[in-house]
């Protein structure tokens, strides 16, 4: 398994991956426009399939969380104050 954890902002987002020990595979920055999540979705299945990645990001809504379940993947949201 892998686990992308995802910094949501207005503008833009930072991604990091890490697979089961921990270990970082890879990280990305990206726009928050339609081009940037395509951008992030392409470096997440680059990395493994859609099954693979459990992806925890800041928020439960909005085109960001849209594209990436539209893309497959499995989407946690967390509160940033915990």
């Given at each position: 398994?892998?686990?992308?954890?995802?910094?949501?902002?207005?503008?833009?987002?930072?991604?990091?991956?890490?697979?089961?020990?921990?270990?970082?595979?890879?990280?990305?920055?990206?726009?928050?426009?339609?081009?940037?999540?395509?951008?992030?979705?392409?470096?997440?299945?680059?990395?493994?399939?859609?099954?693979?990645?459990?992806?925890?990001?800041?928020?439960?809504?909005?085109?960001?969380?849209?594209?990436?379940?539209?893309?497959?993947l499995s989407v946690y949201p967390v509160n940033p104050r915990r």
């Open positions: 398994m892998y686990y992308a954890g995802i910094d949501w902002a207005d503008r833009h987002h930072d991604a990091v991956v890490i697979d089961d020990d921990g270990r970082r595979v890879g990280s990305i920055h990206v726009e928050h426009n339609v081009r940037g999540f395509t951008k992030l979705t392409d470096f997440l299945k680059n990395i493994a399939t859609p099954q693979e990645i459990a992806v925890v990001i800041e928020t439960d809504r909005g085109l960001l969380v849209a594209t990436l379940l539209e893309a497959g």
